[in-house]
């Protein structure tokens, strides 16, 4: 039995390697991570992280062909193929601090694996990294005595969370990138032949490895691009009276454009939008292009600041006070059904609130754990409530800022009778029926709509 190992038992490795463990049962597939408390949860009931679907691969696949362990010496000697899918954050220190990739976990990895291997082996780049980042990692694995040869390939993942295991199940595409060199054609032919298990050979695309490595950044460059590109229009709509939905849908007809991802929101959160945006931006300066920098750094400003217009919007339809107000927060996660809270714009809305010295409760179904460690420096001033009836009981305001189904359908004439009036909803991501919320009475305010207002 062949064995395939994955390195970093995150949010990519984890649903990943399930998903290559469900599809090809002949292959015993290990994930490993520095992290025994994650790889605990691996092995339970209660998976490190939700995602919808998840479970049951696992179930269906563990200590059968799947496994999870914090001995990566051992693994890493047994394996055929590895993925590596550690993170791979914003630098936080030093030289390109705040924009480029930090590598240090990679590097760590690639070092680990020449320590503990004695044969031949192809690595695969799952994480996003920088462009060129295969060629370091090649010069390092192959600057061993033993004798062997790695061959790197960049595989970059394009699941998104909430939908990672439909994502993985049924990709648009998967991208190998590798060498123009015989070996580097045999290593990809080989991780292809995985994929084949279960994605139709047409959606797998094969490039060379510097093509592969950037069509990853860039491809969240153009996704962040279109949101932002649709939320700087809100603004203009709130004040001319277009409905940035009619806009977004008469735009989105157009078939060159396409009607994906042009919802308008509080701004994009999640772990890599941003990341890999600021990593091209540092890349493009590094290469002597500091007007293609700017042009992709517009797009992480652009999110920075339709956050901050809607606190702005918030304080200016309260009578510019919400000192010592309740403000109900419905949702925290960066989208609906997921826990994941990294980059949330509700970090940054919860956080310049309480500078204001509201009262903010916060409720989500899913990320309050995640919540309470992203804002524990100011929990003094927070109260974490998952039932939002209670959350909304004597508040001023109500913002919602994660597109969670179950704040559609609550009872919002039951919410508004329990709150202090002028009651106020800030919908920020347009998801409830607002003129019903008018009548009940509620003064509301929707992105890119006009107000209405009592
Ligand atoms: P994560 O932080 O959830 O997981 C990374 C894991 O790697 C952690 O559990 C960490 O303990 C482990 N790790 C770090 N160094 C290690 C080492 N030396 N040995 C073993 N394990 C180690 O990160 P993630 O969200 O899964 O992202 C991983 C990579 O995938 C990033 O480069 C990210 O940009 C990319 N990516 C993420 C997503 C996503 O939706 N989260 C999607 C596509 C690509
Ligand atoms: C994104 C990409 O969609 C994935 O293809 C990619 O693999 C991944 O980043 C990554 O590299 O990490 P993810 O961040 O998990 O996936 O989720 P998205 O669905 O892309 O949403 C990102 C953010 O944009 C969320 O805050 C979401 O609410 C927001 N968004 C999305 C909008 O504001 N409007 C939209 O129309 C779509």
Same mark, same amino acid.
């Given at each position: 039995?062949?064995?395939?190992?994955?390195?970093?038992?995150?949010?990519?490795?984890?649903?990943?390697?399930?998903?290559?463990?469900?599809?090809?049962?002949?292959?015993?597939?290990?994930?490993?991570?520095?992290?025994?408390?994650?790889?605990?949860?691996?092995?339970?009931?209660?998976?490190?992280?939700?995602?919808?679907?998840?479970?049951?691969?696992?179930?269906?696949?563990?200590?059968?062909?799947?496994?999870?362990?914090?001995?990566?010496?051992? !693994?890493?000697?047994?394996?055929?193929?590895?993925?590596?899918?550690?993170?791979?954050?914003?630098?936080?220190?030093?030289?390109?601090?705040?924009?480029?990739?930090?590598?240090?976990?990679?590097?760590?990895?690639?070092?680990?694996?020449?320590?503990?291997?004695?044969?031949?082996?192809?690595?695969?780049?799952?994480?996003?990294?920088?462009?060129?980042?295969? !060629?370091?990692?090649?010069?390092?694995?192959?600057?061993?005595?033993?004798?062997?040869?790695?061959?790197?390939?960049?595989?970059?993942?394009?699941?998104?969370?909430?939908?990672?295991?439909?994502?993985?199940?049924?990709?648009?595409?998967?991208?190998?990138?590798?060498?123009?060199?015989?070996?580097?054609?045999?290593?990809?032919?080989?991780?292809?032949?995985?994929?084949?298990?279960?994605?139709?050979?047409?959606?797998?695309?094969?490039?060379?490895?510097?093509?592969?490595?950037?069509?990853?950044?860039?491809?969240?460059?153009?996704?962040?691009?279109?949101?932002?590109?649709?939320?700087?229009?809100?603004?203009?709509?709130?004040?001319?009276?277009?409905?940035? !939905?009619?806009?977004?849908?008469?735009?989105?007809?157009?078939?060159?454009?396409?009607?994906?991802?042009?919802?308008?929101?509080?701004?994009?959160g999640g772990s890599c939008f941003k990341k890999d945006i600021l990593n091209l931006v540092y890349l493009c300066n590094h290469y002597g292009l500091p007007e293609v920098?700017?042009?992709?750094?517009?797009?992480?400003?652009?999110?920075?600041?339709?956050?901050?217009?809607?606190?702005?919007?918030?304080?200016?339809?309260?009578?510019?006070?919400?000192?010592?107000?309740?403000?109900?927060?419905?949702?925290?996660?960066?989208?609906?059904?997921?826990?994941?809270?990294?980059?949330?714009?509700?970090?940054?809305?919860?956080?310049?609130?309480?500078?204001?010295?509201?009262?903010?409760?916060?409720?989500?179904?899913?990320?309050?754990?995640?919540?309470?460690?992203?804002?524990?420096?100011?929990?003094?001033?927070?109260?974490?409530?998952?039932?939002?009836?209670?959350?909304?009981?004597?508040? !001023?305001?109500?913002?919602?800022?994660?597109?969670?189904?179950?704040?559609?359908?609550?009872?919002?004439?039951?919410?508004?009778?329990?709150?202090?009036?002028?009651?106020?909803?800030?919908?920020?991501?347009?998801?409830?029926?607002?003129?019903?919320?008018?009548?009940?009475?509620?003064?509301?305010?929707?992105?890119?709509?006009?107000?209405?207002v009592h």
């Open positions: 039995m062949k064995t395939i190992l994955g390195i970093g038992a995150g949010y990519v490795g984890g649903p990943t390697m399930a998903m290559i463990a469900k599809k090809c049962p002949e292959y015993k597939v290990v994930v490993v991570d520095i992290n025994p408390d994650r790889i605990k949860a691996w092995q339970s009931e209660n998976l490190p992280i939700y995602e919808p679907g998840l479970k049951e691969v696992v179930q269906e696949t563990l200590n059968k062909n799947l496994f999870f362990s914090t001995n990566l010496s051992e !693994h890493i000697a047994q394996a055929d193929i590895i993925f590596v899918s550690v993170n791979t954050p914003t630098k936080s220190f030093g030289k390109g601090a705040g924009k480029a990739a930090d590598l240090q976990y990679w590097e760590k990895t690639a070092r680990e694996i020449v320590r503990s291997s004695s044969s031949d082996k192809i690595i695969v780049e799952k994480s996003t990294v920088p462009v060129r980042t295969a !060629h370091a990692m090649e010069y390092i694995l192959n600057a061993n005595s033993k004798g062997i040869v790695f061959d790197v390939l960049s595989n970059p993942e394009f699941l998104a969370e909430g939908t990672a295991i439909q994502d993985l199940e049924k990709p648009d595409r998967v991208l190998i990138g590798g060498q123009e060199t015989a070996r580097g054609q045999k290593a990809i032919a080989a991780l292809k032949e995985l994929y084949m298990h279960w994605v139709p050979k047409e959606k797998i695309l094969t490039t060379n490895v510097w093509s592969s490595e950037l069509s990853k950044l860039a491809a969240n460059a153009f996704l962040a691009q279109r949101i932002s590109s649709i939320n700087s229009l809100t603004p203009f709509c709130e004040t001319t009276g277009a409905n940035i !939905h009619e806009v977004s849908k008469a735009i989105g007809m157009d078939s060159r454009v396409g009607s994906k991802f042009l919802c308008p929101s509080v701004g994009f920098a700017n042009y992709w750094e517009q797009v992480v400003l652009m999110n920075e600041y339709q956050r901050k217009r809607f606190v702005q919007k918030m304080l200016d339809a309260m009578f510019n006070t919400v000192a010592g107000k309740k403000i109900a927060i419905f949702g925290f996660a960066f989208k609906a059904n997921t826990g994941d809270t990294r980059e949330s714009s509700a970090i940054y809305i919860c956080q310049e609130l309480a500078e204001e010295h509201a009262k903010v409760v916060i409720s989500d179904p899913k990320a309050l754990d995640n919540a309470r460690l992203d804002l524990k420096d100011i929990e003094s001033s927070l109260v974490f409530e998952i039932d939002p009836y209670k959350a909304a009981q004597g508040a !001023h305001a109500i913002a919602i800022l994660t597109e969670w189904d179950c704040y559609r359908t609550l009872d919002y004439k039951k919410i508004y009778e329990s709150m202090e009036k002028p009651a106020f909803i800030f919908d920020g991501r347009n998801i409830l029926d607002h003129n019903a919320l008018f009548e009940i009475g509620f003064s509301v305010y929707p992105l890119g709509k006009t107000a209405l």
